[in-house]
C-alpha cells in the first residue's frame, strides 16, 4: 500500500435495542480492504464480521443527517429478521421494505421501483463533473454528473449507492453516469473510473452486471492501491480528475480484458 489512509473518524450517535449506532468516514472503510470496498451507506457485523463489531451499526458519516434514521430502521430490521431465522436474503428483503415505507411517510417519496421519469427531474441533478469521450457511442461524450443519492433512492432503487450508469440502470440516461454529490471529493476519480469501466465492458465485451462490477470493483481496489493499471492513466500515487480523460483509450480496456476475462476463461 503506497497511499495515505485516512482514519476511520468513528462517532458514537446513539444506543437502538442493544446496537450502538457509529457514524464513521466511508472512504476510510473502502480502503482497508477488497471486502470494505463494497461498504455503501450501512453496514453490520454479519456483512463484514471482520472488521465491524456484534453489537454496531456503522453509518456513513455524509448522509446521518438527512437519511441515517431510515438506514438504522433497514439495519434494525435486518438484524431481526436474521435473529427470528430468516435467510440473508430474507432479511434483507425486510430491511429494504421498512425503509422504503419510512421513505414514504417521511420524505413523502413515490418509489417507482426502477421504472424511469419520461423527464428526469431536475432537482436531482447538483453539479456536472466532467464530460469524456464515450467508446460505447463513437463521436459523443459521456456526461458525468453529481447527483441526490436520496432521490435516487427514494425514487428508483432503495438500497443505490455511490454511482451508476445506463447499461444497469433504466433511469439513467445513456450517455451518463451518476455519482453520489455526498462522496469525498478525493474519492470520485476512483468511483468514476469503476462505473466508466464498467459500462463499456457491458456494451463492447456484452457482460452481464454482476460480472462487470465484479471485474471493476477489483480494478478500483488496484487504483486505490495505487497498483497497476493505475500507471495506464497516471504516473503517480494517487487517481485525480484530469486523469479521467484517459479511461476512454483503448490502453485500458484492453488490459482489463485481458487480465480479467482472458485469464479467467484459461
Known sequence: MNHHRPPLHKRKLFTHN????????????????????????????????????????????????????????NAAAQLRARED???????????????????HALRGAEFRDGKPHKRVPDKIYVEQYTTLPDPTRPGEDVTVWLIDGALARDWYKTDYTEGGHGYVYPWV????????????????????????LERRLMH?????????????????????????????????????KSDLPRLAKDELYEYVVRQYLHKSAK
Open 85 to 103: 431465522g430468516a435467510s440473508d436474503d430474507q432479511a434483507y428483503e425486510a430491511g429494504e421494505n421498512v425503509e422504503r415505507f419510512l421513505r
Open 173 to 196: 440516461p445513456k450517455p451518463e453516469i451518476w455519482i453520489e454529490v455526498t462522496l469525498d471529493r478525493s474519492e470520485l476519480p476512483y468511483i468514476v473510473s469503476h462505473e466508466f
Open 204 to 240: 463492447d465485451a456484452g457482460l452481464d452486471y454482476d460480472q462487470a462490477h465484479e471485474i471493476c470493483s477489483k480494478v478500483e481496489y488496484k487504483l486505490r492501491e495505487g497498483k497497476r493499471p493505475l500507471d495506464l492513466l497516471n504516473s503517480g500515487p494517487k487517481l485525480t
Open 18 to 73: 442493544g446496537y450502538k449506532i457509529v457514524a464513521l468516514d466511508p472512504l476510510a472503510v473502502r480502503d482497508i480492504s477488497l471486502t470494505g470496498e463494497e461498504f455503501g451507506n450501512f453496514a453490520t457485523h454479519p456483512e463484514f464480521p471482520r472488521l465491524i463489531p456484534e453489537d454496531e451499526i456503522w453509518i456513513t458519516d455524509r448522509l446521518v443527517d438527512e437519511e441515517g434514521v431510515l438506514f438504522v430502521a
